[in-house]
């Protein structure tokens, strides 16, 4: 059975910073990209970026770029998203979701990662 | 940047009712084009991939199609476990890009 298990909610200040993660089983990690999706409250989904575990190449959205790193490790079957520094505004539920590389088959999702930035 | 335009932002259907979703791409997506449900608390999950195609174990009341670069989803009759938000996704090019949502309520 595939599964994807992200780390548990997280309470940080504005100017911290957070690395969550999300455990692949079930499949071969380096057959599928991973990409995250965030859903601010009572707003819409957005794309982050993605993540080919085989040798870790990304690319990120426009609006996301140099403001979160995802990198992963497949001796664990891991992938993760990081911020150097965390805003208010990066309040948000984080799911990965893993995808075939050449398509956008979001298929199968982590639970999510609440992520509360608040002074 | 491709942009996904979705309409309408809610809508409110009695139950059995036939209810209408359009996403709309500002270029040529071909097919590459998904529909989510996403319900409070919980990850999205995939309804219709590549505009027309049912993802497995999906009800046969949801359905997609593609005329040119607009996009409809349909539920042929509305239930009360329908009650969630509705996403299109686009997948064209090497930055995925989702529509604003529709929220769908039970009149």
């Known amino acids: 059975e595939v599964q994807l298990v992200q780390s548990g909610a997280e309470v940080k200040k504005p100017g911290e910073s957070l690395r969550i993660s999300c455990k692949a089983s079930g499949y071969t990690f380096t057959s599928y990209w991973i990409s995250w999706v965030r859903q601010v409250p009572g707003k819409g989904l957005e794309w982050l970026g993605r993540i080919d575990p085989t040798d870790s190449y990304t690319n990120y959205s426009p609006s996301f770029q140099g403001h979160v790193a995802i990198s992963a490790d497949k001796s664990i079957n891991t992938a993760y998203l990081q911020w150097s520094s965390l805003k208010a505004s990066d309040t948000a539920m984080y799911f990965c979701?893993?995808?075939?590389?050449?398509?956008?088959?979001?298929?199968?999702w982590g639970q999510g990662t609440l992520i509360t930035v608040s002074s | 940047d491709i942009q996904m335009t979705q309409s309408p932002s809610s809508l409110s259907a009695s139950v059995g009712d036939r209810v209408t979703i359009t996403c709309q791409a500002n270029q040529d997506i071909s097919n590459f084009l998904n529909w989510y449900q996403v319900k409070p608390g919980k990850a999205p999950k995939v309804l219709i991939y590549d505009a027309s195609n049912l993802a497995s174990g999906v009800p046969s009341r949801f359905s997609g199609s593609r005329s040119g670069t607009d996009f409809t989803f349909t539920i042929s009759s509305l239930q009360p476990e329908d009650v969630a938000t509705y996403f299109c996704q686009q997948y064209d090019n090497r930055v995925f890009t989702f529509g604003q949502g529709t929220k769908v309520e039970i009149k």
């Open positions: 979701a893993r995808h075939p590389a050449m398509s956008g088959w979001l298929f199968y």
